[in-house]
């Protein structure tokens, strides 16, 4: 009777052991694979990214915990330090500014955390290729400043030309590299004078509306007025139609809108730039997901943008 009672409480703490084994094993299995996504601030741009980076978590399994820098890069680091203290198992970056952000690289690197560059790159390099960074997906910046040029190409031939350049958030990778794009494609064009530049802090329409009325108040002549997103092409036009400026001024832009169709159907705004913003933020988190489970992804994945006007602006879905 004693053995049969042993053997029982052997047999019951062996299905214990096996049932705990099992449900820890099961509770491994279903562990959700986390990603902090850091924003350098907010515009529209960023909410139509986050479509596609929620639509690549649903379709892979994974949690995605965002963050928004405010613009702020010493900030930006912060929260950065806080994703590896919190363990995350990757983390997603769009940086505030590519050369203050590089000791997030080497944070990530001592922590063992993989770092993904998304949209703005860390470096100097427009592909986004960095020591410590596995990936970079998003457009060439300084290939779309160079776009920005044709699009003045197009526009004013190598005829003598004043030109305006209205310029994002300083600081950020997008600003310079499309600004030393353009100005690349400008140092062609001896005729071509660029007469007037202006960044304007959170890329926001308001800011584009101030710099392109303060630039005719001065006077002086502009054929051309460069401007490095949406926003502020369709705030050029306005400030022109309202200064009643007498003559042709062209107006180019980057990415596309809702807000743009009118004024490039009227002539307003002459060319802009589109690609898929939706496809960039899925990309970034498909990237990442596929690297926590083994695979290997290239070093840079990069979406070419084309250029949008009246010939085609029906033919184009804008996500802005």
């Known amino acids: 009777m004693k053995k049969k009672k042993i053997f029982t ?16 094993g ?18 529209e741009f960023f909410k139509a990214e986050m479509k596609g980076m929620d639509k690549a978590a649903e379709d892979y399994g994974l949690k995605l915990t965002y963050a928004d820098a405010e613009w702020d890069a010493g900030k930006q680091l912060a929260q950065v330090e806080n994703f590896i203290v919190k363990g995350v198992d990757l983390i997603l970056l769009c940086a ?58 197009l526009s004013l031939g190598d005829r003598k030309a004043n030109i305006v350049m209205i310029e994002g958030t300083p600081g950020t990778p997008c600003q310079r590299m499309r600004a030393q794009g353009f100005r690349e494609v400008a140092a062609k064009h001896p005729n071509w004078k660029i007469v007037y530049s202006q960044t304007v802090p959170g890329w926001t329409k308001e800011g584009s509306l101030a710099v392109m009325e303060a630039f005719l108040q001065t006077g002086e002549k502009v ?5 490095q997103w949406h926003a502020a092409a369709v705030a050029a036009a306005q400030a022109l139609e309202e200064a009643g400026y007498e003559g042709k001024v062209y107006v180019t832009g980057y990415e596309h809108s809702k807000e743009l169709i009118p004024h490039i159907k009227e002539g307003r705004v002459d060319m802009t730039a589109n690609y898929s913003i939706f496809d960039v933020g899925y990309n970034a988190v498909e990237a990442a997901g596929k690297y926590l489970k083994g695979e290997k992804i290239p070093a840079s994945i990069i979406i070419e943008p084309y250029i949008v006007d009246k010939n085609n602006v029906d033919e184009v879905i804008p996500e802005l």
């Open 9 to 24: 409480f052997i047999l019951i703490g062996t299905f214990l052991t096996i049932s705990l084994l099992f449900a820890e």
């Open 26 to 43: 099961k509770k491994e299995a279903e562990k959700v694979l986390e990603i902090a996504v850091s924003f350098p601030g907010t515009v």
């Open 96 to 153: 505030a500014d590519n050369e203050a952000l590089i000791p997030a690289v080497s944070a990530c690197n001592d922590a063992d955390i993989p770092l993904i560059t998304f949209t703005n790159v860390v470096g100097s390099s427009p592909d986004g290729k960095f020591e410590g960074v596995i990936s970079f997906i998003g457009t060439n910046e300084v290939g779309v400043g160079r776009l920005l040029g044709k699009m003045a190409e």
């Open 223 to 227: 054929d051309l007025v460069s401007c």
